[in-house]
């Protein structure tokens, strides 16, 4: 086994997580391969940026020391990248072609295959999660072969969202569309009664909408935060910019989601047009924003019990409120990947930053609070296994453990957060 190019114990983004595993970091596919043949237990891994140990094995895969360059098929309108490219890569890639993807996630630092791995999302009623934009993947099987799928090959909707289960993707093709501009309005302190009564109308204002919030405790309490991303060719529904959004006052200086801390790392605001890949993140690329210190969690429920979700967790608010550094509310389209947080299911994201350290406490109160709601947790991010059951969250469970197996018969992609999480 090649294990010139590896390096022990590295730590995830948040620094939560020390893998356990080797990280190799093969120079051609037919090295990884072999990797994969001669192993007991091994994953890929992305740019790390997971709260748990999802992507950890004996032996990690990291493909980004091979070049592959990205092709770009101006007639099938799609893009072959590396599944270690990251989304600040495409968006290079695509530039001189006047092509864009449809969505981006809060920041563009993250790999293509771990992003769709686990159904990652940006914000947009009208959009899937970024794993919808997949129209083909290659991957080397358990056996060290190398699989082509597409979207005609049979349980192609349950070989995306795939948990690293799958194999190890060396190729993500992505379809496009053509490129567009955004611009962003940042709107202060809506009253926190009126954003539950209207969420859907508000989630539905733009192309993409974000809402940040501390769910403050009392009636009064203020939401904070509304981004309004709209494109400016007019071509999407979105609402015309203007000075006051539900009575608040648009901001007049840029800034961060968490108060108080410097926006110079966030995308430009007060209504500057950018293109799409400048304004969609929340953060910018070719900027590091903080790494750690921070634990993610995020849960979805259907966008029809979005407020009354909303209320429940506002009145649990003050059981979490010492942990939180701030919320993030989404609105995700419902597609038809068998492991999707958002299979068949238009989304309301609740997504909550806190402070590093131990969260057990309050993500088990998030999660009981959002019970009624039938919650399906953010596949990278922290949650209690022990209070959510994907078997019947997943109407394709059964389908997508029987594919598992079939293409990995012994088993060596699956590590022990799928036994903990998925199937023993
Ligand atoms: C600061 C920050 C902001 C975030 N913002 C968002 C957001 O806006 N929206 C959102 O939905 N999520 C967000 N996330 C979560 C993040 O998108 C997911 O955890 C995502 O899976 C991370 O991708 P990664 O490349 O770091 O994957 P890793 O953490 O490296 O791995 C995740 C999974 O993907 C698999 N994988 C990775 N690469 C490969 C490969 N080549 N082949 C096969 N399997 C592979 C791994 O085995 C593992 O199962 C954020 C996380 C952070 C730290």
Not at 143 to 156: A, H, L, M, V
């Amino acid at each position: 086994m090649t294990r010139d190019l590896s390096t022990p114990s590295e730590i995830n983004w948040a620094g939560n997580h020390r893998y356990a595993g080797m990280i190799h970091r093969p120079r051609t596919v037919d090295e990884a391969a072999s990797i994969v043949r001669e192993s007991h237990s091994v994953r890929g891994i992305g740019s790390r940026h997971s709260f748990t140990d999802i992507a950890d094995a004996v032996d990690l895969i990291d493909l980004s020391s091979i070049g592959r360059p990205p092709e770009f098929n101006a007639d099938a309108r799609s893009i072959a990248v590396s599944g270690t490219a990251s989304y600040a890569d495409v968006a290079r890639s695509l530039r001189p072609h006047g092509a864009a993807l449809r969505n981006l996630a809060s920041l563009p630092h993250i790999s293509v295959a771990g992003a769709i791995s686990t159904g990652t999302h940006g914000s947009g009623a009208a959009h899937g999660n970024l794993a919808t934009s997949v129209v083909g993947l290659e991957f080397i099987a358990s056996s060290g072969e190398i699989i082509s799928i597409d979207r005609q090959t049979p349980d192609f909707e349950g070989m995306v969202v795939a948990l690293g289960a799958l194999g190890v993707i060396t190729t993500v093709t992505l379809d496009v569309d053509f490129d567009y501009e955004i611009a962003q309005h940042v709107y202060n302190d809506l009253p926190l009664d009126l954003v539950v009564d209207q969420l859907g109308m508000i989630l539905n204002a733009a192309y993409s909408v974000s809402i940040f919030t501390t769910f403050a405790g009392s009636v009064r309490g203020q939401v904070g935060q509304v981004w309004i991303k709209r494109r400016t060719d007019g071509s999407d529904q979105s609402m015309s910019p203007r000075s006051t959004f539900l009575d608040a006052p648009a901001a007049t200086i840029q800034h961060h989601p968490v108060p108080g801390l410097d926006a110079s790392s966030c995308t430009r605001q007060l209504g500057e047009p950018g293109l799409w890949s400048e304004r969609l993140p929340h953060f910018r690329m070719g900027f590091t924003p903080s790494s750690g210190n921070e634990i993610q969690s995020e849960f979805f429920v259907d966008a029809e019990d979005g407020d009354a979700a909303f209320d429940a967790l506002r009145r649990v608010s003050a059981d979490f409120s010492d942990r939180l550094m701030v919320a993030e509310v989404r609105a995700i389209a419902a597609d038809e990947m068998w492991m999707s947080p958002h299979y068949q299911r238009a989304s309301v994201g609740f997504h909550f930053t806190w402070l590093a350290g131990n969260n057990d406490g309050v993500v088990r109160t998030v999660q009981q609070a959002l019970e009624p709601f039938a919650p399906r947790p953010h596949w990278g991010k922290f949650f209690d296994a022990t209070l959510f059951d994907p078997s019947t969250a997943y109407e394709m469970f059964d389908d997508f453990v029987e594919m598992t197996v079939r293409l990995d018969p012994h088993g060596v992609f699956r590590n022990s957060w799928w036994r903990r999480v998925i199937s023993s």
